[in-house]
């Protein structure tokens, strides 16, 4: 099975900020990766998929980039809404694995 | 609007047995593959297993697999999943969702209680 594992755990950041997360895959799994949010008490929800194509409706300060065992969520200019929960899904092969998760807390 | 609701979750006894049902509605579900993932309360989410559309082919997390069965009927825009067997780290939100590999759209979710 392939592993995803995300880093930081948790960040701590400000309204305004650029934050980045990574996910690493512990073999190739090319561009099919997936990031999602989660809100306390809410289905989780679609950011990006195959890496770095942006969901409808999803807003322009998230983007995803990286390709093989690497890849990375940025969000350019946090806003209130942002913090939250965000997954990495690989969904190159069975079984589909999703990383451990990235608690982003208001600092 | 899209949407998906499941249900069928419930407290079970170890060892024992759950349907759960996810119905489809805003979407053209025959067309669409579709997935169940799971969340134990305060932890991270889990694949659980996908069935596709053409042929109906099943695949499972190696966690559920011999246990866990996934099904559909286009007839009524219906995904279920049969849980036998069922042990303590069951216990978890449900969710089904649409899933062309990324899963697309979710439900709400469905609560799994797995205690004596």
């Known amino acids: 099975d392939i592993q995803m594992t995300q880093s930081p755990s948790t960040l701590s950041a400000s309204v305004g900020d650029r934050v980045t997360i990574t996910c690493r895959a512990s073999?190739?799994?090319?561009?099919?990766l997936a990031w999602y949010q989660q809100k306390p008490g809410k289905a989780p929800n679609l950011l990006i998929y195959?890496?770095?194509t942006l969901e409808s409706g999803v807003p322009s300060r998230f983007s995803g980039s990286g390709s093989e065992t690497e890849f990375t969520l940025t969000i350019s200019s946090l806003q209130p809404d942002d913090f939250a929960t965000y997954y990495c899904?690989?969904?190159?092969?069975?079984?589909?694995?999703f990383g451990q998760g990235t608690k982003l807390e208001i600092k | 609007e899209v949407q998906l609701v499941e249900s069928g979750g419930a407290l079970v006894q170890p060892g024992g047995s759950l349907r759960l049902s996810c119905e489809a509605s805003?979407?053209?579900?025959?067309?669409?593959?579709m997935s169940w993932a799971r969340q134990p309360p305060g932890k991270g989410l889990e694949w659980v297993s996908r069935?596709?559309?053409?042929?109906?082919?099943?695949h499972y997390a190696d966690s559920v697999k011999g246990r866990f069965t996934i099904s559909r009927d286009d007839s009524k825009n219906t995904l279920y999943l049969q849980m036998n067997s069922l042990r303590a780290e069951d216990s978890a939100i449900y969710y089904c969702?649409?899933?062309?590999?990324?899963?697309?759209?979710w439900g709400q979710g469905t609560l799994v209680t797995v205690s004596s």
């Open positions: 969702a649409t899933c062309s590999g990324s899963l697309d759209r």
């Open positions: 805003g979407i053209n579900f025959g067309t669409l593959a």
């Open positions: 069935i596709t559309v053409v042929d109906g082919t099943t």
């Open positions: 073999q190739s799994v090319t561009y099919w």
């Open positions: 195959r890496a770095s």
């Open positions: 899904q690989q969904y190159s092969s069975y079984p589909y694995t």
